[in-house]
């Protein structure tokens, strides 16, 4: 591989001790209001989309971000229009947060042609160019090289925009991940690496999985700057994601950990059976939606009346999703490798299901006589 001289930055520190920031009444009450709002609209939105999924209406598999919403509209927030996201298969909630659509969103879900990805991408797989969301991945970790390698675009430009990625607790532990970061820091390339920590990787824990459950440390193998932050709070959450958008944008790749729950199994399909009974009660008591709205409200910011407004505009919100995804149409058969390749490719299988690869020979007209 060929070498490359990295951009000048300051020097940089190892990791930073775990911080907490803690939301405060004193900040803008719009945008607190604001951050409710959103995650109310994206607690509603999956609750309808897994009612789809069991009413077999959503193919394939889908992964709910009940549980983190804070985290979702936080992250999203740091970052401004023009900045990149890459998300994993969990990424419903980043899509809405993205200001795309929800009856796209939904449709996508539904398989439509009215989707964000016009109805081939499913659940894990929109992509939004003009919102620059480029793809939610189903290959754990698949986005991360992906992230660092369009951080490396923006540096070789010389712009100003930055790249988010976001991953799973898990993901931390494949091989792309720490490459990534390597190249990353040596590099000076304007990435945030975001791990949602919601301390189960499908249904094994992260102190099972990882020798160093403290995931953030991670990144001072690299001499990366990093924090853990309450992915309950959306304002912590905020404030963090605010700082690493500012250092990755200085040339100083950043590693933020979120700390955050999973209300619900892996996917719409897990029963989770592997969570104690009790633990499932105590996650009830985190929801970070009921306890951002008991917030609000002992702040003096929104009262009951208030609150249920905001609720049932996202019941409605996610009611006509779920309607214009119905009415949307399939794609037509005909559009199936519309999408394959972003140009022309050499002997590209053009095949439809069910197609021999070869035409058979034909059948002898004389019983097989010479």
């Known amino acids: 591989m060929a070498t490359r001289t990295p951009r000048k930055t300051t020097s940089r520190s190892t990791t930073t001790p775990r911080k907490k920031a803690a939301s405060s009444p004193k900040k803008d009450a719009k945008q607190l209001i604001d951050f409710y709002r959103q995650m109310m609209d994206i607690r509603r939105f999956e609750e309808r989309a897994s009612r789809a999924y069991t009413q077999a209406l ?3 598999y889908c992964h709910l971000n009940l549980g983190e919403e804070a985290a979702v509209v936080g992250l999203m927030a740091a970052l401004k229009p023009t900045d990149y996201l890459f998300t994993n298969y969990r990424e419903h909630g980043y899509a809405l947060a993205r200001d795309i ?24 797989h929109m992509f939004d160019v003009e919102k620059r969301l480029l793809g939610g991945y189903g290959i754990v970790g698949g986005q991360i090289p992906l992230a ?15 790249v988010m990625c976001t991953m799973g607790d898990g993901t931390t532990n494949i091989g792309a991940f720490h490459e990534s970061l390597n190249i990353a820091a040596l590099w000076n390339l304007p990435c945030v690496f975001v791990i949602i920590n919601n301390k189960l990787g499908m249904g094994t824990t992260v102190d099972k999985a990882s020798a160093e ?15 853990r932050v309450d992915g309950l709070d959306p304002v912590a959450v905020f404030e963090a994601a605010k700082r690493a958008v500012a250092s990755a944008r200085k040339g100083k790749p950043f590693l933020l950990e979120v700390m955050t729950e999973r209300l619900k199994g892996h996917s719409v399909v897990d029963p989770a059976k592997y969570r104690d009974p009790k633990e499932v009660e105590e996650l009830k008591l985190k929801d970070p939606v009921v306890t951002f709205a008991a917030k609000l ?3 003096g910011i929104l009262d009951d009346d208030e609150i249920k407004k905001i ?16 009415n949307s149409p399939h794609p037509d058969v005909s559009t199936l490798f519309d999408y394959t390749y972003a140009t022309p490719v050499p002997n590209d299988s053009r095949r439809m299901p069910g197609e021999p690869l070869f035409e058979p020979a034909p059948f002898p007209t004389n019983g097989g006589r010479a």
Do not use: C, H, Q
């Open 58 to 60: 959503v193919g394939g």
């Open 311 to 326: 609720d049932d505009a996202a019941k409605k919100l996610a009611a006509d999703a779920a309607e214009f995804a119905e």
């Open 101 to 124: 659509e929800p009856n796209a969103v939904m449709a996508e879900l539904y398989g439509r042609t009215d989707g964000v990805s016009k109805g081939w991408g499913g659940s894990m």
């Open 297 to 299: 409200k002992e702040d």
């Open 213 to 227: 459950p403290e995931l953030y440390k991670r990144a001072s193998a690299y001499k990366m700057d990093s924090e």
């Open 148 to 162: 660092t390698g369009v951080a490396l675009g923006i540096d070789y430009r010389g712009e100003k925009d930055v």
